[in-house]
Every structure is written in structure tokens, then in C-alpha cells.
């Protein structure tokens, strides 16, 4: 049998007093792309730290790659891209190049310094992302969607089996997100290149997916595509705790995280 | 001041630990100013201000001290005084720029109170607190020289880290690189420097070396390499310039090369606005 990328099982998490997560089991196998789907401070982005090791959970276990996340040897085999507005300052100096080879600064590893052969990946990454006509520019002279898909090349750049991405179209507007959604798209589809994709935009993102999470404190549904599609509103309104629908996405549902 | 050069012991140890400094300073400047952390530089010069009035002091009343070096007790306060801002840091999660006005107190406050334990140093003290071209001993140089070796070797083996860790700290520690030894390896070496310049620039001047080359560069330079080398050559012009003129009118060379510095950001600027580089006008908006 294939390793699983990724094994949650039973993981809870408190805030304090406050419970964000309760026994939240996941797998992720490889190839498949994840939709990570649930309303403001349903614990998204908590569960995406988690899954970073950059939080650890009050109970349960987290696995990736087959080992437990505490002695994960291969931390470049995930790919992580944050929401764009947060991730850095707009005036640093610094290019389109030099940031996606920072991708590799771990899997090169301590006391190395970049060799040809990196440079070469990072030019390949960007040019995965349709953006190596841009190498030498500033990354702050971009747009936002540019800049967007700099970052995932940075992910790229390392070569990993699963993107890790936090609703990465906030600040992106809807031309650019579109075509940005359907690069995704290519990437999981001819490069196998598993994607957990963290948005509240239920629409577009499950018809992307080939699986469904829905999480609220708890984890409401995860499985594929289909059965989800089968779900009804009903259902999907009473876990988000207000009235959703799913093909037509309402107007008041745009907020960000 | 050539031929003087050629002459006098005290300005050859002056004129080439100014040019050492020139390189240092701006350099490990470029990962502190992108980090937005352009004042941990005056606070930890404010504590080897502490440390050198301590040393003066104590030189008066210990006989060991009278021997020793001041240079010596001010690096070694702000060492002491950047391990302290790191931990503070950690202790004000949510205001992490409040660590740096604590330690910066800290450092002026002890320094009033040796000086004036000490009632004042006269000369002695201005040197230290706007640098002296007379004062730096071959002792000093060697200190100088001993540490850019260390601050070389330290960037060249730890460059890539350095530059994932500024440009986005959270994506660095996902990626699980281990920042926080690198980060304190960095700040020590930072307080060193700044505590190993304070002879030539002067305490209250040393952090205009670190920032003022490195705010000029990042107008202009379009890469981190390219901010780097830009840094490197705007403090050594600011720091020869400096040290000419410091010598011929008779100035202490903190304030002329910190002015040749602002000199150089005030060009950069100008000629960046003639040339329609400057900052972004919205449309329609009148200069």
C-alpha cells in the first residue's frame, strides 16, 4: 500500500479554554486534492498549523509520510503558501528568482550555499507557474496574483508531494484567481502533486477538488467530490451555523478568514 | 592625509578599522533593516554605552580595570543586552519592538549613573560617544579585524537562511529551518560590531553605519545581492570621506562619515525622483 501524506487521527486542540478542534481525523493519500472548507474561526487555519508542526494538538496523533510529525526527516516534501497579504514586506529587495530559490534553503541544507543545479529547479518552478519571463524583476513591483504565484513556485521549487495553501486567492481579484485556480488544477492533475487548499469559497474550490472537508470545531464531512455534492444545503447551512448554498455562492459569504 | 597616513600609527589603526567597519556594519545592517528591526542597533549601542562607563568607572576605583581595554566591558554589555532583547522578544509576543525602548533605557540609564559615579570623563567620554581618529589603538584594530573574519565567515555560511528568515519568518519556520540559533548567533555578532565600532564612530553613531548605507541601497537595488554590495560601497565611501574630512578640519569623524552618509541617501533620493523612479504618485495627484 501507498504511505499516506497525510494521518490526523482523533486530534483536538484548545485555545486555552476554548476547544478550536475536536477529534479531527483526516488521510490524505497521494494525487488527491483537498478542499478544506468551513466558515470564519471554524479552525482552518488552526488545523493547517497543526498540520505545519507549527502548533501541536492537545490530543491525538499527526502523521505525515508515514512518521509521526515530531521526527518528520523530510519537511520539504510539503509545500506552504500563506495568505498573500501577511507572508512579506512589499519593499524588500529582493527578485522574483532569489525568493523561489529560498524554497530550497532547507532541502540544500545548513553550511551549503545555492549550487547551479539550484538555480536551474527554481527557474523550472517558475516556469511551472508561467512566470519565468519575471525572474529578475523586484517581487514587489508584481501584482498580487503575480506575487501569488511566485509563492506557490517557491513550493514548488523544493519538488514536494503536497501543497499546503491558506486561502491563497485573498487579495487576488477574480480574473487572476480564476487562472490561478485552473494552474492549480494542472499541477495536481499532470504533476500528481497533492493539494490541501484552505478557502471559503465552497464553490469553486469543490469543483476543483477531488475531496470535500468541511470543518466547524468538528469535522462535518470530508470525503470525495461526489458524495459531498450529494449533501444538501440543509445540512451544509446548520454546520456553517448560517444559510449557505452550494452551487450559487451568496454574496455574504465573501469574507475572508 | 596620505602622506600622514603613511606617518602615524594612530591613523593607520583609525583609517583601516574604519574601513573594515565600512563593510561590516552595512552588511549585517541589510538583515536588520529589511526586518524592520532598525532600532535594535541603537539600543544595544546605548548598552555598550553602559558597558564603557562601567569599565571607565570601575578603571577609577579597581586597579584590574585600570589596564583593560573599555572596548572590552561595552561588547560584552551588549552581548548581554542583545540575548536580553531576544528573551524580551519571546516575553512580549504581541509588542515585539517594546523589547528594544526597554534595553534601550536600560543602556542610558546605567551609563548616566557610572558617569556620573565617575563625575564625568570629559575628552575620554566624547570620544567614545562620537568616535575619535586619534583613539584607536592597533589593539582595537585587531579586535575590529578578528571580528569581520567572524562576521564573513558567519554570512557566507549561513546566507541562504539569513535571507529565507527576513523575507518571510513564518514560511522559514514552516519550512522547518531552525531560525532561532542562527537569529541568536546574528545578534551576537551584531552587538560585537557595534560594540567593537564605538572607537571610530562613536556609540551615539554607530547604528547610522548599519542603517543609513542599507536605506540609500534598498532605494536603488533591484536584488538582495545587488541592496548588499550597494550597502557595502555607500558606507565605505561614507566612511573615507568621513575620516578625510574628520582629519583635516579637526571633527570627530562619528559626525562627518554618519553626514556623508545622509549626504548619499539625499542623492540616491534625488536622482531616484529625477528620474521618475521615486515613490509611486496615484494618478492625478499634483506634485
Known amino acids: 500500500m501507498q504511505e499516506s501524506l497525510v494521518n490526523l487521527t482523533d486530534v483536538t486542540f484548545n485555545y486555552g479554554n476554548s476547544t478550536v478542534l475536536k477529534d479531527i481525523t483526516l488521510t490524505v493519500q497521494p494525487g488527491e486534492f483537498w478542499a478544506l472548507i468551513g466558515p470564519n474561526g471554524s479552525g482552518k487555519s488552526t488545523l493547517i498549523k497543526i498540520l505545519l508542526g507549527l502548533l501541536k494538538p492537545d490530543t491525538g496523533s499527526v502523521e505525515l509520510f508515514g512518521e509521526p510529525i515530531s521526527s518528520v526527516s523530510h519537511k520539504e516534501r510539503i509545500g506552504y503558501v500563506s495568505q498573500k497579504s501577511n507572508s512579506f514586506n512589499s519593499g524588500f529587495p529582493a527578485t522574483v528568482l532569489e525568493v523561489v530559490r529560498s524554497g530550497l534553503t532547507k532541502k540544500t541544507g545548513l553550511f551549503k550555499r545555492f549550487s547551479k543545479e539550484d538555480t536551474e529547479a527554481a527557474m523550472n518552478a517558475l516556469l511551472e507557474v508561467g512566470m519565468e519571463k519575471f525572474a529578475d524583476r523586484n517581487i514587489g513591483e508584481l501584482s498580487g496574483g503575480q506575487q501569488q504565484r511566485v509563492f506557490i513556485s517557491r513550493a514548488l521549487a523544493a519538488k514536494p508531494d503536497l501543497l499546503i495553501m491558506d486561502e491563497p486567492t485573498v487579495g487576488v481579484d477574480q480574473q487572476n484567481s480564476a487562472s490561478f485556480y485552473s494552474m492549480l488544477e494542472k499541477l495536481n492533475r499532470d504533476n500528481g502533486i497533492a493539494i490541501i487548499l484552505v478557502s471559503h469559497e465552497i464553490d469553486l474550490v469543490t469543483d476543483l477538488a477531488s475531496h470535500v472537508a468541511c470543518l466547524n470545531l468538528t469535522m462535518h464531512f470530508h470525503g470525495g467530490r461526489r458524495d459531498f455534492a450529494k449533501l444538501n444545503d440543509k445540512d451544509l447551512s446548520r454546520w456553517y451555523g448560517h444559510s449557505v448554498r452550494l452551487i450559487h455562492q451568496e454574496e455574504g459569504d465573501s469574507s475572508n478568514d | ?287
Open chain 2, 1 to 287: 592625509m596620505i602622506d600622514a597616513l603613511f606617518t602615524y600609527e594612530f591613523l593607520q589603526n583609525a583609517f583601516f578599522s574604519g574601513l573594515i567597519i565600512g563593510v561590516i556594519a552595512p552588511m549585517l545592517g541589510l538583515f536588520i533593516v529589511v526586518r524592520r528591526l532598525a532600532l535594535i542597533a541603537d539600543a544595544l549601542s546605548h548598552v555598550s554605552l553602559a558597558g564603557i562607563a562601567g569599565s571607565l568607572y570601575l578603571s577609577q576605583q579597581v586597579l584590574f580595570f585600570a589596564g583593560l581595554n573599555p572596548i572590552y566591558l561595552g561588547m560584552a554589555a551588549a552581548v548581554g543586552g542583545s540575548l536580553l532583547i531576544e528573551r524580551l522578544r519571546r516575553v512580549y509576543r504581541n509588542f515585539e519592538e517594546l523589547a528594544i525602548p526597554i534595553i534601550l533605557s536600560a543602556g542610558i540609564g546605567f551609563g548616566a549613573i557610572f558617569i556620573s559615579l565617575a563625575k564625568g570623563f570629559g575628552a575620554d567620554l566624547v570620544g567614545y560617544l562620537f568616535g575619535s581618529v586619534s583613539a584607536v589603538s592597533r589593539q582595537d584594530l585587531l579586535v575590529v579585524a578578528v571580528l569581520a573574519i567572524a562576521v564573513f565567515v558567519f554570512i557566507y555560511l549561513f546566507y541562504k537562511e539569513l535571507f529565507t528568515l527576513s523575507f518571510d519568518a513564518d514560511y522559514s519556520t514552516a519550512s522547518g529551518i531552525k531560525g532561532r540559533w542562527i537569529q541568536m548567533l546574528f545578534m551576537v555578532l551584531t552587538a560585537l560590531v557595534i560594540g567593537a565600532s564605538m572607537r571610530i564612530v562613536g556609540i551615539l553613531l554607530v547604528s547610522s553605519l548599519m542603517t543609513l548605507p542599507v536605506a540609500a541601497a534598498i532605494q536603488v537595488a533591484k536584488s538582495f545581492k545587488s541592496a548588499m554590495l550597494l550597502s557595502i560601497l555607500f558606507g565605505e565611501v561614507s566612511v573615507i570621506a568621513g575620516l578625510f574630512a574628520a582629519y583635516h578640519l579637526d571633527i570627530a569623524p562619528g559626525g562627518t562619515i554618519v553626514v556623508t552618509a545622509i549626504i548619499i541617501l539625499l542623492f540616491v533620493l534625488i536622482g531616484k525622483w529625477l528620474t521618475g523612479k521615486g515613490t509611486v504618485r496615484r494618478k492625478g495627484e499634483v506634485l
